[in-house]
């Protein structure tokens, strides 16, 4: 089992939906990075955050330490938002470890 | 602007050749890292490095080898100790550590002929 979990691994939306990739991991953790992907490859980093939530623009991120538990949302989705979101995790004291991604496909 | 440049955007390397993959920073960044993407897994962290003339092996750092003599370089090598190299390879920079934000490069596309 991967010490991080993404799901789903593929989504497709039509314009305008929310939507939510979830992130879950099995390890201790000090912070967590959401990422995109683009086509060409080249990878922008969203958030870091280490406890409760934080917002930019239409993106949402949370995080629930507890529970091992990151969410990624996107409110009103735009075919531009197509990409994969790759969730990864620092355990304390330790290198980051990448989720599979998520592939999401946003139709207009 | 500040960012960092990997260079060559595609590389085919001969059997038994080693290859340098090149990775420049001007965002005066203390650590930077190499990692290796194949299709349908996570990325792993190949080298990393947090101050100049010291770097560290990662997860899967077998047929590579690194140098990091000035702050703003951080090349890559791929021996022909690699067996299967042909992969997406992205370098990245953050200020101090993996906690804090990392800023990736375009990524280099190895191929073997």
């Known amino acids: 089992k991967n010490e991080v979990e993404q799901s789903p691994q593929n989504l497709t939306a039509q314009e ?3 939507i939510t990739i979830n992130c879950s991991y099995s390890v201790g953790i000090s912070a967590l990075h959401w990422l995109q992907q683009h086509p060409g490859g080249g990878i922008v980093s ?11 623009g239409r993106l949402i991120a ?18 531009r938002d197509s990409a994969v979101y790759i969730c990864a995790v620092v355990a304390s004291g330790s290198r980051l470890t990448f989720g599979e991604g998520t592939q999401l496909t946003v139709n207009p | 602007d500040g960012g960092i440049t990997q260079s060559p955007k595609y590389l085919f390397r001969k059997e038994g050749q ?5 990775c420049e ?6 650590a930077m890292y190499w990692y290796r993407q194949d299709p349908g897994q996570g990325l792993r962290l190949i080298y990393y ?9 990662g997860d899967i750092a077998e047929g590579y080898s690194v ?4 702050k703003e370089s951080f090349p890559l090598t791929v021996t022909s100790a690699q067996k299967n190299p042909t992969a997406f390879y992205l370098c990245a920079s953050s200020i101090a550590g993996f906690q804090e934000t990392q800023y990736f490069g375009p990524g280099t596309r190895l191929l073997v002929l």
């Open chain 2, 18 to 22: 080693n290859v340098t993959l090149s």
């Open chain 2, 49 to 57: 490095s947090q101050i100049v003339n010291d770097f560290q092996k």
């Open chain 2, 67 to 70: 140098s990091r003599e000035k």
């Open chain 1, 16 to 18: 305008g939906e929310f």
């Open chain 1, 62 to 79: 949370t995080i629930n330490i507890q529970e091992k538990h990151s969410s990624l949302h996107i409110t009103a989705s735009h075919p």
């Open chain 2, 25 to 30: 920073q001007n965002l005066n960044h203390d």
């Open chain 1, 46 to 56: 969203l958030f870091m955050l280490s406890s409760g939530k934080k917002k930019h």
